[in-house]
C-alpha cells in the first residue's frame, strides 16, 4: 500500500492538491477504523510548539505522540484531563497514539462524565482539507467566540472533512490525591443508580463505572484533605447501596476496557442515558459489558454477527461497531443532508475514505 | 458601522408578507405597527437602531418553521432574538428583514436528576433554568452577567460565558443537543440527553454560530449539582502587572478557582463611588472565588493568600462568611452601572493568553493617552477574556467614532498577542469589519461555507459575524433567487 509521509503542512497541502483516489489519514493507527485506501501518514507534523502551564496552553502538531505530550506536561505537574484512552490491545493495534488521531476519534476516557470530552479541551486547530487549502480556527486562549467553531466541527470527525495538522490545547493542574470507592455485587441496575447518586451530590466525583462481576467505582481527585472529606460523604451517601470499600487504582484500566480485551466477539459502543443503560444492555444480551461515565457509555462484546441495533429497540442514543461488520448507522434525513452538505465543502473530491 | 442598504423591492412587498405571516401565525404572534415595533429596533448595543419590517413571536417550533417557509418563500431576511440584550448588535434588524423572538416559548420540558439534564424552550431565561432545577440541589453553569434577562437561545447563539467558566466552561461546554428550524422550515434534532455525536459535531459548530445557520427553539443542557460552598478573598496591588503575575501563579500552583476577577484602578473608584463595597483604595484587584466543603475552601484560601503574599500585596480579605462574599462581590458587580453612571461606555471583550496580561494594559495604557479618552479595565483574569471599558461622551461629535477607533486598536492588540476579538460577547456587527485582522480570507471562507450549507440562500442574519464586502456576493445571490422565487 502507497504510503504518504508529508513532512509540512505545505506538503501536505500539495500531496492533497494532487490526489484523486482515496486517501485514509494514519496518525498511529491506534484507534479509528482502516479503509481500504492510500495511507497519508501525519508523523511528519509532529513537536510541541509551545507550552505555557501558567496559562494552561499546549500547542502541538498533529503528529506528536501523545506519550511525548504526557511527559511533557507530567514535567510542570499538568495533565491532559479528559484522559486520553489507550485502545492499542482492545482493538489488537501497535503503535503510537497521535494527537491529532486522538483529536479526529474525539477520544475521551472516564473523566469525560466530569471535565467533558477530548473537544471541550481544543482551543485552536489547523487543518487541511480535501482541495489541499490550509484552514485555522479558534485559537490558543480559553475564551473564543470569534466566527464559526470549526474546531468542534473537526473533533470526532474521523478525516471526513480535512486533515488536522496542528492542536492548541487546554491542559488542566494534576490533582495532589486521588481515592476510590467500590461497592461490589451490584445488579447492573442498582450500580447506575448508586453512580448516578454519587455523580449527582456535591463531592465532584471524577469518574464513575461499573464493571459486572467486579465492582462500581467511583472517583475523586483534588486535595489531599479534601478528597478524604469527600470519600467520607460518598460512603455516608452509598450506604443504602450496600458496603463501599477503598480500593487501589482500576482507572487505567478501565479507561482502556481492558476487561474486554482478549475476548472473541464483535465490539461495539453505546452512548447512551445512564436512567436506561442497564435496560438496553439486558435486552441486547451481551457476552460481557463494561459501564462507564456513570452509565452514559457501554462497551460491550457481542457475538459475531450480533445485530445489535435492533435488539436494542428504541433508545436515546447512539451505537457504533468497532470490531464487526455492521456498518455506521444511517443519520436522520435533514441531519444526513447536513453532513453530506459539509463533506461536500470541505472534499468536493471526495478523496477522504 | 454599516449595515446594508434595505431592498425595496422587500419593502414595497411589505403588506404581502405581513398577510402571509398572519396566515401561519395567530393573530398576537405578528407585530406591525410601527410603534410596537420600536421595542425591536436595537439590542443592548443600543447605538445602533433600525426598526424592522415586522417581529413575530411564535409560542413553538411548528409555529417558528412555518413562519420561516413564509419567509424562506418570500426571501425575506431573518433576525432571530432572544431577550435582545446581545453587547454586539447580534439581534439588530435591517428594514428589509422580520425580527423573530423566541420570548414566548419558555417552558421547561423535561428534567431529568439521574441523567442530570434539563429540556427547555430556548426563550426561557438563563437564571430559570437553575431555577427550575435549584430546589433538588443542581444548577445551571454558565452565568453571563446578563443572566436575570438573557435567554438560552441567545445563549446558544453567542456560546456565552460568564463569571465561573474558569471551571465549569461556556455555553458549548453545558449543551447536549437542540432542535433547531433551518431557514427553509426544514427542523432538525442535534445531539440529545446522551454525550458525544455520533457523526459530525454539527451541535458544535450551532453553538456560537450567532444565529445564521438556524433558529433553535429547544436546548437540552447539562445540570450540575451544586457545589457544598463558596467565598471569595479579595487581593489589592499597587500595579495591574502585578497582579497578573499573581494570577498566573495561582493557575500554575494547581489551584483552579471558580473565578478570577480582575478590576483596575479607574474601575475600582467608579465602583465605590457607586456601590461603596468598602474596595481599597489602589491600582488592580483580585477576586478569586474557590468552592467546596468548608475545610476545602479554608485550604484553597490559605494556598492563594500564600501566593499573593509573594507579590506583596497591599489589601488581602477572605470572606469570613457569606454577607463579607456579598460585599466583596457587591462592587464587581456593579462596575457596568457604576462606569454608565460617570459616563457613555463601549465594553470591550477580547481574549489574550494570560501571559500577556502585563504587556496588554500597559499598551491599553499608552492607547488611551493616544486617543485621550479614559478606559478602565474590568475582566475574567483566569481565562484572559478582558472587558476594556471605554469612557466617551455620546453627545459630543466625533467622540463615538474615536471611541470605535480605540476599541479597534485594543483589540487588534489582542489579536497580535495570540488572543482573539471575543471571548463571550459575539462579532454581531460590532467586530464584525475586525474579522480580516483574526483570520485569513480562506479561514473566513470556510467559516461562510458552512452557512452555505445550512443556509444556502444567506437569508438568516445575514448582515453579522462576516465584513460586508466579503458576504455581498452571497447576499445579493440569495436576494436575486428570492426575487425568482417571489416573481
Not at chain 2, 425580527?99 to 419558555?106: D, E, P, S
Amino acid at each position: 500500500m502507497n504510503v504518504m509521509r508529508p513532512g509540512t503542512e505545505v506538503e501536505l497541502s500539495e500531496l492533497i492538491r494532487a490526489a484523486s483516489g482515496p486517501v485514509a489519514v494514519r496518525g498511529g493507527g491506534t484507534r479509528g477504523r482502516m479503509a481500504p485506501a492510500a495511507v497519508l501518514a501525519t508523523g511528519g507534523l509532529a513537536g510541541i510548539r509551545l507550552y505555557e502551564p501558567g496559562a494552561l496552553t499546549m500547542v502541538a502538531g498533529a503528529g506528536t505522540a501523545v506519550e511525548e505530550i504526557e511527559a511533557a506536561l507530567a514535567v510542570e505537574g499538568q495533565r491532559l484531563a479528559f484522559e486520553v484512552p489507550d485502545l492499542r490491545r482492545l482493538l489488537g493495534r501497535q503503535g503510537a497514539s497521535t494527537l491529532g488521531g486522538v483529536v479526529a476519534e474525539n477520544a475521551s476516557g472516564p473523566r469525560r462524565v466530569s471535565v467533558g470530552a477530548c473537544r471541550d479541551f481544543c482551543l485552536g486547530l489547523r487543518f487541511v482539507d480535501g482541495t489541499g487549502r490550509v484552514i485555522r480556527n479558534g485559537g490558543r486562549v480559553m475564551k473564543n467566540v470569534t466566527g464559526y467553531d470549526l474546531v468542534k466541527l473537526l473533533a470526532g470527525s474521523r478525516g471526513q472533512l480535512g486533515i488536522i495538522t496542528e492542536v492548541a490545547l487546554k491542559v488542566l493542574p494534576r490533582p495532589e490525591g486521588e481515592a476510590t470507592l467500590c461497592l461490589p455485587g451490584l445488579s447492573d441496575t442498582q450500580a447506575i443508580a448508586a453512580l448516578s447518586a454519587a455523580l449527582g451530590s456535591p463531592y465532584e466525583v471524577t469518574g464513575a463505572a461499573h464493571l459486572p462481576g467486579q465492582g462500581s467505582y467511583l472517583r475523586i481527585e483534588g486535595f489531599a484533605d479534601s478528597v478524604r472529606y469527600r470519600l467520607r460523604r460518598l460512603q455516608d451517601l452509598l450506604a443504602p447501596f450496600g458496603v463501599v470499600e477503598e480500593v487501589p487504582s482500576p482507572w487505567a484500566a478501565i479507561r482502556d476496557v481492558m476487561a474486554l480485551a482478549d475476548l472473541p466477539g464483535d465490539l461495539w459502543r453505546l452512548h447512551l442515558v445512564p436512567s436506561e443503560a442497564a435496560e438496553v444492555v439486558a435486552r441486547i444480551g451481551a457476552r460481557a459489558v463494561v459501564y462507564d461515565w456513570g452509565g452514559a457509555l457501554a462497551w460491550l462484546r457481542v457475538a459475531p454477527g450480533t445485530d445489535v441495533r435492533s435488539l436494542a429497540g428504541a433508545y436515546r442514543g447512539h451505537a457504533r461497531c468497532l470490531i464487526g461488520d455492521a456498518p455506521e448507522a444511517p443519520e436522520a434525513p435533514a441531519l444526513a443532508a447536513l453532513t453530506a452538505g459539509l463533506r461536500h465543502q470541505f472534499d468536493p473530491k471526495g478523496i477522504f475514505a | 458601522m454599516d449595515m446594508p442598504v434595505p431592498s425595496p423591492e422587500i419593502l414595497s412587498r411589505r403588506g404581502q408578507i405581513l398577510a402571509a405571516l398572519q396566515a401561519v401565525l395567530p393573530s398576537d404572534a405578528v407585530i406591525s405597527d410601527q410603534v410596537e415595533l420600536r421595542a425591536y429596533e436595537c439590542d443592548a448595543l443600543s447605538a445602533y437602531r433600525c426598526a424592522p419590517l415586522a417581529a413575530i413571536l411564535p409560542r413553538s417550533t411548528a409555529e417558528v418553521a412555518a413562519a420561516l417557509r413564509v419567509c424562506h418563500a418570500a426571501g425575506v431576511p431573518v433576525v432571530p432574538r432572544g431577550a435582545g440584550t446581545s453587547l454586539a448588535g447580534g439581534a439588530l434588524p435591517t428594514a428589509d428583514s422580520v425580527i423573530l423572538g423566541v420570548a414566548r416559548m419558555n417552558a421547561v420540558l423535561e428534567v431529568s436528576y439521574p441523567d442530570r439534564f434539563i429540556r427547555v424552550q430556548s426563550g426561557r431565561t438563563n437564571l430559570s433554568v437553575s431555577g427550575a432545577v435549584e430546589e433538588a440541589g443542581f444548577f445551571y453553569a454558565p452565568d453571563p452577567s446578563s443572566q436575570l434577562a438573557c435567554a438560552i437561545a441567545g445563549n446558544v447563539a453567542m456560546n456565552s460565558g460568564g463569571a465561573h467558566c474558569l471551571k465549569y466552561g461556556v455555553t458549548t461546554n453545558n449543551l447536549l443537543g437542540v432542535t433547531m428550524v433551518q431557514m427553509d422550515g426544514t427542523v432538525v434534532e442535534v445531539g440529545g440527553p446522551w454525550m458525544d455525536a455520533p457523526g459530525l459535531d454539527l451541535l458544535g459548530v450551532i453553538c456560537g454560530s450567532e444565529g445564521q445557520l438556524g433558529v433553535v427553539t429547544e436546548a437540552t443542557l447539562r445540570i450540575l449539582p451544586k457545589p457544598e460552598g463558596a467565598l471569595p478573598v479579595l487581593i489589592g496591588f499597587e500595579a495591574s502587572e502585578v497582579a497578573g503575575a499573581c494570577v498566573s501563579d495561582i493557575i500554575k500552583a494547581g489551584v483552579l478557582p471558580v473565578a478570577i476577577e480582575f478590576m483596575d484602578g479607574p474601575c475600582i473608584k467608579a465602583c465605590e463611588a457607586f456601590a461603596k463595597a468598602g474596595y481599597p483604595d489602589c491600582e488592580a484587584l483580585l477576586i478569586v472565588e474557590v468552592e467546596g466543603a468548608e475545610a476545602e475552601i479554608r485550604h484553597q484560601l490559605a494556598l492563594i493568600t500564600e501566593i499573593a503574599r509573594r507579590h506583596n500585596p497591599c489589601a488581602l480579605r477572605e470572606a469570613a462568611d457569606a454577607d463579607q462574599a456579598k460585599r466583596i462581590w457587591l462592587g464587581r458587580k456593579s462596575a457596568f452601572g457604576a462606569m454608565g453612571q460617570i459616563n457613555d461606555y463601549m465594553c470591550l471583550d477580547g481574549t489574550i493568553p494570560v501571559s500577556s496580561l502585563p504587556l496588554v494594559l500597559r499598551r491599553i495604557g499608552e492607547l488611551s493617552r493616544h486617543y485621550g479618552l479614559d478606559v478602565a479595565n474590568v475582566f475574567h483574569a483566569g481565562d484572559g477574556n478582558m472587558h476594556p471599558l471605554i469612557l466617551y461622551n455620546a453627545n459630543q461629535p466625533g467622540q463615538q467614532a474615536l471611541c470605535e477607533a480605540f476599541g479597534a486598536d485594543i483589540l487588534r492588540l489582542c489579536v497580535e498577542v495570540g488572543g482573539c476579538l471575543t471571548g463571550e460577547h459575539g462579532v454581531g456587527i460590532e467586530k464584525r469589519d475586525l474579522m480580516e485582522v483574526q483570520y485569513a480570507a480562506a479561514d473566513l471562507e470556510a467559516q461562510m461555507q458552512v452557512k452555505d450549507v445550512f443556509d444556502p440562500g444567506w437569508l438568516l442574519n445575514p448582515a453579522k459575524v462576516f465584513p460586508l464586502h466579503v458576504t455581498a456576493g452571497r447576499r445579493e445571490g440569495g436576494a436575486s433567487m428570492a426575487g425568482h422565487r417571489a416573481g
